[in-house]
């Protein structure tokens, strides 16, 4: 062994020693020679108590190479644990036997090992492809020393009829096997290129050394023929006893996950969520299959280590978690119960009552009129069927249900049946853009996925996951195509002939409802889930912040609350306009949905309004005077400015004009109205108020929230725990109330991170308060220049930007090292530049010293036709975006476009 070759890995962690075997495929008596990696020795030497074992298993074509990083973490001595990295027999340095080892054998082969080693508890198992599997039956034979479970991509059920991954069908066809596998050294090659990104040569070469020629391959192809495709196999039997035993497996677990994985996709990461329930669980958005490659692990399996100190076996908060479906103890849950009013509770009273036969949601035509509505008793009836339905065809309390259906009457009449069942929505806006919403929809693994024709089509296409259900009945050979096994009006029939309707399932409170995706504004669009507790929370917050009652009369050309109509027990239509490009309302359709219906209360986007605004020429009479009879608009989504919220008032001249503040996480946070705006504007403008400026004017806490700061470091960083209100202090912004979001959809790093002040919601935006206690937003924490010896928040300076008469939009990016970074402000004019580069002198100029009047010294101009904005919301400029581009330029690349 030549352990220069291996880069990462310390010398001393090699080690050998020789195993009596104990399995089938050896002779008795037999010893076997193993290789491993060990870091035990060294603890030893420097005086250090390791807090346990972490016991971790390659699987194919790799070696315990792939651990070094863990191997090198367990070694310091903030926090010691031994890792022992074992290649296994046939594999990596070990020996190679001669002998076809199935996945029996190669799991009493690591209990030989840890004997031979005299590993006792507490051992955590480490996981990766087929080493996961074996670890796992190595814990289950183990129970007195396993303590948990790490897996990375891995599987331990193939599903009955369901085809094996294409490149594992390919790598085990006869034409293919042996020379794939064997003869030639393709299969570590094309393992090795699923690395996102690709690997280094020297850890490419690193992983090839112990391959090197056809007899040490042999344990290569010996393990892609012991797949056990179907339960003919003969390692069939001892895989299904490891799946089936983990559902006994209480010790707290971890799967870190590379969703971009050719072999082991989120199927099956979905497979073993249903086995270990009580699982934290990480998908690296963009990692694959050799996510330990991809990814750093070793700091958040540490971080997993330190939380889970002392709580192994059962009794532990992870193991009653697991007894109670992950949904917490019955005395929380029970407390949960008290006061709860479910989601649909309204709408029930309502289709009951006396407005039983008046209109509860309606959608408009492109011809300005009611295209479909319901009655209160209608809508109840429907949901109620359809959810009598949905229940037949195998839709369960906890199956995620994919929702791809426009706002209106469809989409409502599936969320609330839905949501009567325990089913958990999945939404994910198609404003993601196909690869966004891809991703989305497949880390959410739906077991069913309710569609109109485009989505089920793309589904197809795409490959996204669930049980295929039309909106509308199709034709035979459409639905072939599509993989639709029904349509809503066939389940809502079958549900209208089981006579009780009535669902029989009583949901918890505390119970996983929905799974709303974020706009992609800030990186990979993130799953964030609320329970059926916290949507009734936010449908509560709303009623109260904005004094919205039953009988209010709603047109909702904001998604988010098209949803909320009928839990608010308001008339709810939707306009004729794509949802998904929030700029396709015009005037003239708002004004249409808003006669219809006699409208009161208006929800829109900036992006929407701007469009309104731009149009309005084409309202006639009739529309004017619905628009005038608006008691109250709501703009969410992005900043809304001041001019552009003056001409709406002249539009709608009875409303009071409000912009609440709020993210997916929490929506909504504060709340401000125009009046409120203004006067925060005039006080800044006099300096009567301390803090006031320098930001967005956000408001105050709505109805039942808190909200603090937790102070900015001068590296842009927020990382102290001490909360602050007081006046001026800039820093990222915390929100706790009733209604924020339960949790990151499969995102356990994210989830820790914006949890770690326990009971608060960390935004990842920053801003401070004034001395009358209002908030104002001064950007995202992640834009945060970090200039020589201070952060500059980007807002303030745009803003000041903003008010020149050359300047449509502008922004602020950090160019260069952190804490050394150069202010670049990049500025959409007026009229539009024909081509993005460095400002003109003038200009510049003007730019510099707008920004300089803010406090902000700004480097270099750059000027372009259009400011890149997130495809969702279509306001909030991608500043992130902006920056790579500015360092281009900056550093002498050609412009283009940003």
Aim: charged content about 20%.
């Amino acid at each position: 062994m030549v352990t220069a070759d291996w880069h990462g890995v310390d010398p001393a962690w090699s080690r050998e020693i020789a195993v009596a075997s104990t399995s089938a495929a050896d002779e008795p008596g037999t010893v076997r020679r193993w290789h491993l990696l060990d870091n035990g020795a060294e603890l030893s030497r420097r005086g250090l108590a390791p807090a346990g074992t972490l016991l971790c298993v390659h699987g194919n074509p790799t070696w315990s190479y792939l651990w070094r990083t863990l191997l090198a973490a367990g070694s310091d001595p903030a926090h010691p644990w031994r890792v022992v990295a074992v290649d296994q027999l046939d594999m990596g340095f070990s020996e190679r036997t001669g002998r076809f080892r199935r996945l029996a054998d190669r799991i009493n082969d690591l209990g030989d090992l840890t004997d031979a080693l005299g590993l006792d508890g507490p051992v955590v198992t480490v996981g990766h492809d087929w080493g996961g599997v074996i670890s796992l039956g190595w814990a289950l034979a183990h129970p007195q020393h396993v303590s948990g479970v790490v897996l990375t991509n891995t599987a331990v059920h193939q599903p009955s009829g369901a085809a094996i991954p294409p490149a594992l069908r390919l790598a085990l066809h006869p034409a293919v096997h042996r020379w794939g596998t064997t003869t030639s050294d393709t299969f570590l090659r094309v393992t090795h290129s699923l690395a996102n990104p690709p690997l280094p040569a020297d850890i490419r070469k690193a992983y090839m050394v112990p391959y090197r020629g056809a007899p040490r391959r042999a344990g290569v192809g010996n393990f892609v023929a012991d797949i056990p495709a179907d339960a003919s196999h003969p390692s069939f039997p001892a895989l299904s006893r490891v799946a089936e035993g983990l559902r006994g497996l209480k010790v707290p677990a971890l799967m870190l996950w590379g969703p971009r994985d050719p072999i082991f996709s989120d199927r099956y990461l979905k497979d073993l969520i249903s086995r270990l329930p009580h699982a934290d669980v990480h998908r690296f958005e963009g990692a694959g299959h050799l996510v330990a490659e991809d990814r750093n692990i070793a700091a958040p399996v540490f971080q997993w280590l330190a939380g889970h100190r002392g709580t192994s076996g059962a009794g532990s908060p992870a193991a009653e978690a697991a007894a109670t479906g992950g949904q917490g103890l019955k005395g929380a849950e029970e407390r949960g119960r008290a006061g709860f009013r479910p989601l649909w509770e309204l709408l029930g009273e309502l289709a009951a009552g006396p407005a039983k036969g008046a209109t509860a949601v309606a959608e408009m035509g492109p011809d300005g009129r009611v295209s479909r509505s319901l009655s209160w008793q209608q809508l109840d009836g429907n949901i109620l069927d359809l959810a009598a339905g949905l229940r037949e065809a195998g839709v369960r309390s906890g199956s995620r249900v994919s929702l791809m259906v426009p706002p209106g009457v469809d989409l409502t009449v599936a969320l609330y049946a839905c949501l009567r069942l325990g089913a958990v929505v999945v939404v994910a806006d198609a404003g993601l853009g196909t690869s966004g919403l891809s991703r989305a929809v497949k880390g959410a693994t739906a077991d069913f996925l309710i569609g109109i024709d485009k989505a089920l089509a793309a589904a197809s296409v795409l490959g996204w996951p669930g049980r295929r259900i039309s909106v509308q009945d199709l034709p035979a050979a459409r639905r072939r195509i599509v993989g639709v096994e029904t349509s809503l009006a066939a389940l809502a029939g079958r549900g209208a002939g089981r006579g009780a309707r009535r669902p029989t399932h009583t949901v918890d409170p505390a119970a996983p409802a929905a799974v709303l995706f974020t706009s992609g504004s800030t990186g990979p669009a993130k799953g964030v889930l609320y329970t059926h507790r916290q949507l009734a929370a936010m449908r509560d917050t709303v009623a109260e912040t904005f004094g919205i009652r039953p009988g209010a009369r709603l047109v909702a050309g904001f998604a988010p609350f098209a949803l909320l109509g009928p839990a608010l027990g308001t008339v709810s239509v939707t306009p004729a306009m794509d949802v998904t490009a929030p700029r396709t309302l015009t005037a003239r359709a708002l004004a249409d949905a808003a006669a219809a219906i006699e409208a009161t209360v208006v929800f829109a986007s900036p992006a929407a309004l701007r469009n309104v605004l731009a149009t309005r020429d084409a309202v006639g009479g009739a529309g004017h005077k619905a628009l005038e009879s608006i008691e109250l608009l709501l703009s969410a989504g992005a900043p809304v400015p001041e001019p552009l919220l003056a001409e709406v008032q002249r539009l709608m001249p009875r409303a009071s004009l409000h912009t609440p503040y709020g993210m997916t996480e929490a929506l909504p946070v504060t709340d401000i109205s125009l009046e409120q705006i203004q006067a925060a504007d005039a006080e800044t403008a006099a300096g009567t108020v301390a803090g006031a400026g320098n930001g967005v004017c956000v408001g105050r806490p709505v109805h039942g929230a808190r909200v603090a700061v937790v102070p900015l470091a001068a590296d842009g960083t927020a990382p102290g725990s001490h909360l602050v209100t007081e006046a001026g202090v800039t820093g990222e912004i915390l929100v706790s109330a009733a209604h924020v979001k339960e949790a990151y959809d499969r995102l356990w790093l994210t989830q820790r991170a914006s949890t770690s002040l326990p009971g608060w919601h960390r935004t990842g935006d920053v801003g401070h308060f004034d001395a009358a206690g209002r908030l104002w937003v001064e950007g995202r924490l992640d834009h945060v220049v970090t200039a020589p010896g201070a952060a500059v928040t980007p807002v303030g300076a745009e803003q000041a930007i903003e008010r020149l008469d050359c300047v449509r939009l502008a922004a602020i990016a950090g160019v260069g090292p952190a804490g050394t970074q150069a202010v670049v402000a990049v500025v959409e004019t007026v009229p539009p530049a024909r081509k993005a580069g460095p400002a003109a002198p003038e200009l510049s100029g003007r730019v510099r010293r707008a920004a300089r009047e803010a406090g902000v010294n700004v480097s270099a101009v750059l000027a372009v036709p259009a400011l890149p904005t997130d495809i969702r919301h279509n306001a909030k400029i991608d500043r992130t975006r902006l920056s790579r581009w500015a360092s281009r330029v900056l550093a002498g690349g050609r412009p283009g476009e940003p």
